[in-house]
T-cell receptor, first 114, second 110 residues
Framework: EDQVTQSPEALRLQEGESSSLNCSYT??????LFWYRQDPGKGPEFLFT???AGEEKEKERLKATLTKKESFLHITAPKPEDSATYLC???????????????FGRGTSLIVHP | NAGVTQTPKFQVLKTGQSMTLQCAQD?????MSWYRQDPGMGLRLIHY???????DQGEVPNGYNVSRSTTEDFPLRLLSAAPSQTSVYFC?????????FGPGTRLTVL
């Protein structure tokens, strides 16, 4: 059974205080690991897909990295507008195909204080 | 582009009632899916479709039906609502691995 564990459950930062969110996973063959951002009362918003260990992707103050067991979402010099819940999900299979059923973690709630 | 739209935004049902949650996308995506999101749990896939006329079950399909007669629309039907179906429902469509989610429907079953 595929599993995704995100930590911490909640994180409070001061504006400018860099930190990392963790997503640990077990999956029978990783097709892709996904990061989403979700604001209160809204649907998740896609951030990144990572496919193989060692891969990194960046977007503004966010950088996602991937190993064979976990992924980190690094937030550099966060701003209050980065406050949201960050969701991680994995999908089993290979690049040529696999499960259409992703497994989501419970998310990390990030609050950035000005 | 409106993206993914869902109606209604809020709904209250009584146990045993049926209803349809509507979902539409204007991005010509083949893959569409329905999730539910409950407090303390991750998003869970209910049903999905890889194209018009093709649907399949996700992780938690019981009590829900779907159909996909067009590329644009993917309605979710609750056959006989139960309190356990109180949740926030999200529809999504995707191109390759980038999923676009709708704004959600908050459903309460009394």
């Amino acid at each position: 059974e595929d599993q995704v564990t995100q930590s911490p459950e909640a994180l409070r930062l001061q504006e400018g205080e860099s930190s990392s969110l963790n997503c640990s996973y077990t999956v029978s063959g990783l097709r892709g690991l996904f990061w989403y951002r979700q604001d209160p009362g809204k649907g998740p918003e896609f951030l990144f897909t990572l496919y193989s260990a060692g891969e990194e992707k960046e977007k503004e103050r966010l950088k996602a990295t991937l190993t064979k067991k976990e992924s980190f979402l690094h937030i550099t010099a966060p701003k209050p507008e980065d406050s949201a819940t960050y969701l991680c999900a994995v999908q089993a299979g290979s690049l040529s195909g696999g499960s259409y059923i992703p497994t989501f973690g419970r998310g990390t709630s990030l609050i950035v204080h000005p | 582009n409106a993206g993914v739209t869902q109606t209604p935004k809020f709904q209250v049902l009584k146990t045993g009632q049926s209803m349809t949650l509507q979902c539409a996308q204007d991005m010509n995506h083949e893959y569409m899916s329905w999730y539910r999101q409950d407090p303390g749990m991750g998003l869970r896939l209910i049903h999905y479709s890889v194209g018009a006329g093709i649907t399949d079950q996700g992780e938690v399909p019981n009590g829900y039906n779907v159909s996909r007669s067009t590329t644009e629309d993917f309605p979710l039907r609750l056959l006989s609502a139960a309190p356990s179906q109180t949740s926030v429902y999200f529809c999504a469509s995707s191109y390759v691995d980038e999923q676009f989610f709708g704004p959600g429907t908050r459903l309460t079953v009394l």
